[in-house]
């Protein structure tokens, strides 16, 4: 019969808890984000509402709400990936409900944050010219005719002519390709906005 090591069983108790209090920091952490501690211990119904302005993908928000709390920004952004990464078509297409399609301002399943931070994403519609803004428009529709969703663009960053530019090489993918591009960028503009959200 094998003998306790006591000594061991004291090791191992003492890296448990070590690790049980990385993930779940003590209450009152002056170092966190104020938004993301409150976040933290939110009812589930009233942290689901703040998620998802982030990304309206409800069972993206739902899996993110049920592993609070999170230890860090840090490990919410690497859970939020986690999570993006095991959604299916139904999912993709929830969140890019969302959006504006780029050159336009509002989006019908949009809450007034997130049409806010789409304005701010889009911010180049408002200097383009409208040759450039015609061709988006018209490509737009023809996206949607191919594919049956949205145009999604991480547009942060981007000029108008930059996402005409992406739009008209995206339109001669396949749908499969294609609806696998439009989820990565909904996760860019995800993170993005997790950002934006813990930062205001």
Not at 32 to 48: D, G
Not at 89 to 107: L, N, S, T, V
Not at 151 to 178: F, H, N, Q
Request: glycine share 2%; with cysteine.
């Amino acid at each position: 019969m094998l003998t306790p090591n006591l000594k061991s069983f004291s090791r191992i108790a003492s890296w448990t808890c070590d690790l049980d209090r990385s993930f779940h920091p003590p209450a009152g952490d002056r170092n966190m984000n104020k938004t993301f501690e409150a976040w933290n211990e939110m009812e589930p119904e009233a942290a689901l509402s703040h998620i998802l302005h982030c990304c309206t993908a409800h069972h993206w928000a739902e899996a993110l709400v049920a592993q609070r709390p999170f230890a860090s920004e840090d490990a919410l952004f690497l859970a939020a990936d986690a999570v993006w990464s095991t959604m299916r078509e139904p999912d993709w297409i929830e969140a890019f409900r969302a959006h504006p399609r780029i050159g336009e301002r509002k989006a019908a399943h949009a809450s007034a944050l997130s049409t806010a931070w789409s304005s701010q994403e889009q911010a180049s519609a408002q200097t383009a010219v409208a040759e450039v803004l015609d061709r988006i428009a018209a490509g737009n529709r023809r996206y949607e005719e191919l594919f049956g969703f949205t145009y999604i663009v991480c547009a942060t960053g981007k000029t108008m002519p930059e996402m005409l530019t992406i739009l008209e090489s995206r339109l001669i993918r396949d749908r499969e390709t294609e609806l696998r591009e439009a989820a990565d960028q909904q996760r860019q503009i995800m993170q993005i906005r997790l950002r934006k959200w813990l930062q205001a």
